[in-house]
């Protein structure tokens, strides 16, 4: 069965209490609101970081039971595991952190709109709230990943066979290696570090999509592959 995320606790920015004492068991974290577009209208100077849980992590192809999420809605993102864990001791950039990484993997985030009107939740309301964030999904793993032109990618979403969304990598930091280094330097600060296999929501490409209803949704980095859920 699917823990409600309503459930969970905090686990963002300076907001971040050990999930295990809690109940939950932490699995890695996500990276949020990474288009100024996105974090100034709520008057936040940057992105923002919150955590996921073992609970919310699914593969592709996951089926979601009825009435939860609330109302779910999808982005389009790379899921990077992390292979050892990242110290303090660096800065660290999109080509120090490439050795820590273990893979990659074309995915999707699920989040939940709880709200009467999400657009009022302020951005402290949002980071208390793990950014909206509900599940991870895993999909279809990155073959070469340190190849890979992260900023050239082309990620999209549909519903029901219909396009629904579209983005550049760029619209992730610059690319999500440039997320997941902003990632790890942001979490140093915070007396927190990614940790060996850790698994990490580098970013959507596109803002989050609400879901009209029940249906089948997919996510796809085009030439690489892409994941699949369905909402019950």
């Known amino acids: 069965m699917v823990t409600p995320v309503r459930d969970r606790p905090s686990f963002s920015r300076n907001l971040i209490p050990d999930a295990q004492r809690l109940g939950e068991v932490g699995a890695g974290w996500k990276v949020a609101l990474t288009l100024p577009s996105q974090y100034e209208p709520m ?20 089926v979601f039971e009825k009435g939860w999420p609330i109302k779910a809605g999808i982005e389009c993102e790379m899921v990077a595991r992390v292979a050892k864990d990242v110290t303090a001791g660096t800065t660290y950039t999109a080509e120090t952190i490439k050795p820590f990484v273990a ?3 074309c995915g999707a985030e699920v989040v939940e709109n ?9 951005g402290p309301g949002r980071i208390a709230d793990d950014v909206l964030q509900a599940a991870c999904i ?12 992260f900023a050239g990618l082309k990620g999209r ?3 029901e066979g ?7 990598g760029t619209n992730v930091m610059g690319g999500a290696m440039i997320s997941l280094a902003w990632l790890a330097n942001k979490l140093i600060t915070h007396s927190k570090y990614l940790r060996a296999g850790d698994v990490i929501l580098t970013g959507s490409v596109h803002p989050p999509v609400f879901l009209p209803g029940p249906g089948i949704a997919k996510t796809e980095f085009v030439g690489l592959g892409g994941s699949e859920i369905t909402i019950s």
Do not use: H
């Open 43 to 62: 008057k936040l100077s940057g992105p923002v970081f919150a955590g996921i849980y073992k609970s919310g992590v699914r593969p592709t192809g996951t």
């Open 103 to 105: 893979g990659f993997f």
């Open 114 to 122: 709880r709200y009467t009107d999400v657009t009022k939740v302020s």
């Open 138 to 149: 895993v999909g279809t793993e990155v073959k070469d990943w340190q190849k890979v032109d």
């Open 157 to 159: 979403s549909e519903f």
């Open 162 to 168: 219909k396009e629904i969304a579209v983005g550049p």
